[in-house]
């Protein structure tokens, strides 16, 4: 029964996040300028991170939390790259 | 003391984080952490980062008491917004108010602080004239956020005072 | 069966509505980033995603694991703090850049930056 309960929250919050993760991609397409991309980018980052965290709670597997951990600073990083970018048209100065 | 461990609390958090991610504490990992986190913290001298010395404890947690609560309520109102937004456009705007913080670090907090509420964005600070440029989603009440701002400051000249 | 059916309702419950919760205030930080109307508010939005969101599914996390005590959940206490963390740091750089680029362009509605002031005499 707690089980059943579960399984279907968490299909259901998959479902929600799938939708935000939809919205997020939207404004990456569509833009319409450089920096609501790279905030749409940075919004599927971490959507795909819950993603990863509510697979995790499903099957107790512990390699969704450690990617889930790698796809939080990789996302960041590029985030400040291209935020960098923007600002001066290179990366290091 | 000091030339083997120029930030000790740098290098504590560094060596518990260290462990966290390994999830372990064999000696390996203990040994491996230490290294790490001592070569870290001469790293961070030559970055040459401003100190300062938060003090009062208690003001502090009653402070980060006041900041989460008033994250849990900007992230209700801003909800609101977000879901109002097609009968009602957000008055959004931006301002301008004068800051008196000297220190570095209470300056980057008050950054974070304000980035993290989510009814206000951090946009630009004139370190000469002192005065913070940031933006407000929903900007019924002017005075509401200034005075908001005013009592972080406030906050922050306690704790770093 | 599953780990699943080893918690008590009460932990169940409890994971149901953090994860329902976190997912929910997740989906309306996007729905503002596909709504509102231009990029200064949109900024505003994905703080919404990253405190409520993150915040409230990692407890779900941590609540269901501390009580099956399956398995560690010192990932989930370290996401929490790399994600507040990191956040406020693109969010402010981003700002930023866009502020720069508006200028750039002379985009209006945009602040104006404000002419310097003389350097002091004594630097």
Not at chain 1, 52 to 77: D, H
Not at chain 2, 124 to 149: A, C, G, I, P
Not at chain 3, 27 to 55: E, K, M, N, Q
């Amino acid at each position: 029964m707690t089980e059943l309960a579960i399984i279907w929250s968490i299909l259901a919050a998959q479902i929600m996040l799938g939708l935000a993760m939809a919205f997020a991609l939207y404004r990456m397409v569509k833009g319409p300028r450089a920096q609501d991309r790279i905030l749409g980018l940075d919004t599927l980052y971490i959507n795909a991170m819950l993603m990863l965290l509510s697979f995790g709670i499903r099957t107790a597997n512990s390699i969704y939390f450690e990617s889930a951990l790698i796809v939080a600073l990789i996302g960041f990083v590029s985030s400040i790259a291209f935020g960098k970018f923007l600002m001066r048209g290179e990366v290091i100065e | 003391m000091r030339t083997w461990f120029p930030y000790p609390l740098l290098s504590v958090g560094l060596l518990l984080i260290w462990l966290l991610l390994n999830q372990s504490v064999a000696t390996g990992t203990i040994v491996m952490g230490t290294i790490l986190s001592v070569a870290l913290g001469w790293v961070t001298l030559k970055l040459n980062p401003t100190r300062s010395h938060p003090r009062r404890i208690l003001r502090t947690l009653r402070f980060s008491a006041s900041v989460i609560l008033d994250v849990v309520r900007s992230n209700i109102a801003v909800m609101l917004v977000i879901l109002r937004v097609g009968r009602r456009a957000p008055n959004s705007g931006f301002l301008t108010v004068d800051l008196d913080l000297e220190d570095e670090n209470a300056l980057a907090l008050l950054a974070c602080i304000m980035t993290a509420t989510p009814g206000t964005a951090w946009l630009e600070y004139d370190r000469r004239r002192k005065s913070l440029l940031f933006h407000v989603l929903d900007m019924e009440n002017e005075d509401v956020w200034l005075q908001t701002v005013k009592r972080y400051e406030a906050g922050l000249k306690e704790m770093f005072g | 069966m599953s780990h699943l059916t080893d918690l008590p309702t009460w932990a169940a419950i409890v994971v149901c509505g953090l994860v329902l919760l976190g997912s929910a205030i997740a989906l309306i930080g996007s729905l503002g980033l596909l709504r509102l109307p231009d990029f200064y508010t949109r900024l505003h939005a994905p703080t919404l995603a990253t405190s409520g969101g993150v915040i409230l599914i990692c407890t779900a996390s941590i609540v269901c694991f501390a009580v099956l005590q399956s398995r560690w959940v010192f990932h989930e206490v370290l996401i929490i703090v790399f994600v507040i963390m990191t956040t406020p740091v693109t969010l402010m750089l981003l700002g930023q850049a866009a502020l720069y680029r508006d200028r750039v362009e002379e985009r209006r509605g945009v602040p104006l930056k404000q002419k310097p002031l003389p350097e002091p005499a004594d630097e």
